[in-house]
């Protein structure tokens, strides 16, 4: 985002955890997660706006197909 001029983001995941844990609703108990959760943060306070919302996973469909097959190596 930073390098494309980008400032505002709008981050649509239907992971519950993550989007909690985004919020601060939720602790970040996972050491292989906890260096992500800190670069998401301190990459979001550079932004104008930066929202996180969950989405049903049945309205993430093809976003998790495209997850699956990068995935799967294809």
């Given at each position: 985002?930073?390098?494309?001029?980008?400032?505002?983001?709008?981050?649509?995941?239907?992971?519950?955890?993550?989007?909690?844990?985004?919020h601060g609703a939720y602790r970040v108990k996972s050491p292989d997660l906890r260096p992500l959760y800190q670069q998401v943060v301190f990459l979001s306070r550079?932004?104008?706006?930066?929202?996180v919302?969950?989405?049903?996973?049945?309205?993430?469909?093809?976003?998790?197909?495209l997850a699956n097959r990068a995935l799967d190596g294809e």
């Open positions: 985002c930073h390098r494309w001029g980008v400032r505002r983001v709008h981050l649509k995941m239907d992971s519950e955890l993550i989007v909690k844990q985004l550079g932004l104008d706006e930066f929202r919302v969950r989405l049903k996973r049945a309205q993430n469909g093809h976003a998790d197909a």
